[in-house]
């Protein structure tokens, strides 16, 4: 009886984990910073705006505004393959009133402007969600992203109009992100799917 009991307990985990997808791409929470950044910004971690009760955010900012082109990703990520997740997922706070464009970009390794993955993304004045779908995405030729590549380099870039404060970056599955939205009554912002249009 304890053997069934320990193997019917192994079973259990091994389901748990089958099911559970999610992962980490910055643990902002956990003091995770970019490696990669430029154009005259500074990022710190900030108490001032958090996500979750005692956590911290991640706070991106310029001594003048707009700034010229800037970004802040990770060269190299340490989760370099994105495989088997649907949504890109992270929160954010605009505390500004006015919205900002920007644009999340994704290399994978030996891709270039055509191939690799760049998603407008428009960060409204307060606090939101921005969610990603990774199915099905495209890279600027129309072809589909193989998330099973190494990736080289994301990042998030374009004209800063003023500070952004950003949480945890995750990558999750479907029914993860459905039960992360569930109990509220707030709908994220969802940036646009990538259509299979050709860059112009």
């Known amino acids: 009886m304890k053997k069934l009991t320990v193997i019917f307990a192994v079973l259990l985990m091994v389901t748990g984990l089958a099911f559970a997808k999610k992962a980490n791409v910055m643990n ?46 990770e060269y190299q990520p340490k989760k370099g393959v994105w495989d088997g997740f649907d949504y890109l997922r992270f929160e954010y706070v605009n505390p500004g009133k006015t919205p900002m464009g920007l644009i999340l970009t994704v290399k994978p390794e030996g891709s270039d402007y055509t191939s690799r993955f760049d998603q407008p993304l428009m960060f409204a004045p307060g606090k939101h969600a921005i969610e990603i779908e990774l199915t099905g995405a495209c890279s600027n030729n129309g072809a589909a992203i193989d998330w099973k590549k190494k990736l080289k380099q994301w990042n998030i870039n374009g004209k800063l109009a003023g500070p952004l404060y950003i949480g945890n970056i995750q990558l999750l599955g479907a029914d993860d992100l459905e039960k992360l939205n569930g109990g509220g009554d707030d709908k994220p912002a969802k940036a646009d799917k990538k259509t299979e249009k050709k860059a112009e």
Do not use: C, H, Q, R
Request: cysteine-free; glycine content about 18%; overall charge negative.
């Open 28 to 73: 902002v929470e956990k003091g995770e910073l970019p490696n990669d950044t430029g154009g005259g910004i500074t990022i710190n971690l900030s108490e001032e705006t958090a996500f979750s009760k005692g956590g911290v955010s991640l706070k991106v900012e310029s001594a003048t505004y707009p700034t010229g082109d800037m970004f802040f990703g």
